[in-house]
């Protein structure tokens, strides 16, 4: 099975860095999503991470550490569009490859 | 670019009554998922199908049934709704190739079963 925890809430200010963690406990790891889904919508891609490291993409980064079970993603120059659930999903190794999903961490920009 | 569409957007059932949540995808993946969203227990799979013929049940199977006939539409029935299935639905495809194929969801199915 896999077990998935997030922050439930965080706050920051536009303009300033955050940093969202997830840890995860699993029975096999195929690799690590972080989706974005803003209030009333579905959510969208944003990162992927399979091997341990910074992936960056623009003003978002995504990292992994396997052996601690960890990644984090890195919001820079916060912008007020920035507001939403950021929701982390780890990929089953099975055949179906199936995602599970964290709770997701709703994030609060402020002006 | 349709991509994943979900109708209804919104439905209201009493409890007992039966429906079909429909879903369709454009862009020809064999992978097609449902997931119900609750407030404080993130998304959970309810049933997912690796292509035409092929379903299986997720996390949360019970009350729901699935079918795949076609590549491209993969319906979720509700076949005695009860107010514990009040949930937002939503539908994924993805291509079955390498790991890091992400999911596409559609736009979400809001339900209330009073």
């Known amino acids: 099975g896999q077990n998935i925890d997030q922050p439930t809430e965080m706050t920051a200010t536009e303009g300033a860095i955050v ?19 803003h209030a009333g919508e579905a959510p969208t891609f944003l990162s992927y991470n399979v091997l341990d490291g910074l992936e960056e993409k623009g003003r978002f980064s995504s ?45 609060t920009v402020l002006p | 670019n349709a991509g994943v569409t ?34 404080g227990m993130g998304l959970r799979l309810i049933h997912y199908s690796v292509g035409a013929g092929i379903t299986d049940q997720g996390e949360v199977p019970n009350g ?16 005695s709704a009860a107010p514990s299935q009040t949930s937002v639905y939503f539908c994924a495809s993805s291509a079955q190739g390498a790991a890091n194929e992400k ?10 079963v009073l």
């Open chain 2, 6 to 39: 979900q109708t209804p957007k919104f439905q209201v059932l009493k409890t007992g009554q039966s429906m079909t949540l429909q879903c369709a995808q454009d862009m020809n993946h064999e992978y097609m998922s449902w997931y119900r969203q609750d407030p």
């Open chain 1, 19 to 37: 940093q969202i963690n997830c840890t995860y406990q699993t029975s096999g790891f195929n690799g690590l999503f972080w989706y974005q889904q």
């Open chain 1, 63 to 107: 990292f992994l550490s396997r052996s601690k079970g960890y990644s984090y993603l890195l919001l820079k120059e916060l912008q007020m569009k920035d507001s939403a659930s950021y929701l982390c999903a780890v990929r089953d190794p099975g055949s179906a490859r199936q995602l599970t999903f964290g709770s997701g961490t709703q994030l």
């Open chain 2, 64 to 79: 729901y049934n699935v079918s795949r006939s076609t590549t491209e539409d993969f319906p979720l029935r509700l076949l």
């Open chain 2, 103 to 112: 999911l596409f969801f559609g736009s979400g199915t809001q339900l209330s």
